[in-house]
């Protein structure tokens, strides 16, 4: 276990509908990191989050965007969903200021129908 | 750009045995950590070792050690006395001052 929780393990949406997922950073953690996994594909960085500001994001549209909380948990929500957003979406946790390799979650398994 | 390269995109093994899964990286940073992440049907990315560039010496953790050659850019993953429990996805990744980037993963299955 790596005290990285995510929420939900699965979710299935509707093209066009709106997603949140949500993610708990390890105690500790400032950094938290969203990536998108699609199948037999390593994971694709989306965005950063250092201490509530977006720090650093991969190629990925505006419609995917996030949050970070006071406590370092964090959200990615997904709008205007589409079918190639079908995906493991995986958090992972880390501090920026020791530079300590990642923590990951399970993961979000969301499916677009 | 910084990429990641596994060429091996299937391996299988018999238990007991030794493999080896190649990884090679692109980056003109001199300072980086590189990882081997193990992903089984969970799908939680598990951390199985990891190597500063800085360092010559090879990462060891228990069967599962490294071959890192800095100027080759190669960082190879040697699985010693695979178990069945080793069958999983196996991704290359490394970090500079960006996040990290992943290979495309090395599926690894052990026979019984």
């Known amino acids: 276990e790596t005290g990285v929780t995510q929420s939900p393990t699965h979710l299935i949406k509707t093209r066009g509908q709106q997603v949140t997922l949500r993610c708990s950073s390890q105690?500790?953690?400032?950094?938290v990191s969203w990536y998108q996994q699609a199948l037999g594909q390593g994971p694709q960085f989306i965005f950063q989050?250092?201490?509530?500001?977006?720090?650093g994001r991969g190629n990925f549209p505006p419609r995917f965007s996030g949050l970070q909380f006071p406590n370092y948990s964090s959200e990615l929500n997904v709008n205007a969903l589409e079918l190639d957003d079908s995906a493991l979406y995986l958090c992972?946790?880390?501090?920026?200021?020791?530079?300590?390799?990642?923590?990951f979650g399970q993961g979000t398994r969301l499916t677009v129908v | 750009a910084q990429t990641v390269t596994q060429s091996q995109p299937e391996m299988s093994v018999q238990e007991a045995e030794t493999v080896t899964l190649s990884c090679t990286y692109d980056?003109?940073?001199?300072?980086?950590?590189l990882f081997w992440y193990k992903q089984p049907p969970s799908r939680q990315m598990i951390l199985v070792i990891r190597?500063?560039?800085?360092?010559?010496q090879n990462a060891t953790e228990n069967r599962f050690s490294v071959n890192f050659q800095k100027a080759a850019k190669s960082f190879s993953l040697k699985i010693s006395d695979s178990q069945l429990g080793d069958t999983a996805m196996y991704f290359c990744?490394?970090?500079?001052?960006?996040?990290?980037?992943f290979g495309k993963g090395t599926r690894l299955s052990v026979i019984a």
């Open positions: 992972a946790s880390s501090s920026r200021d020791r530079n300590t390799e990642a923590f």
């Open positions: 105690s500790g953690h400032n950094t």
């Open positions: 989050y250092y201490r509530e500001e977006e720090n």
């Open positions: 980056t003109s940073e001199s300072n980086y950590y």
């Open positions: 190597q500063e560039a800085y360092k010559q």
């Open positions: 990744a490394f970090i500079t001052n960006t996040p990290l980037v």
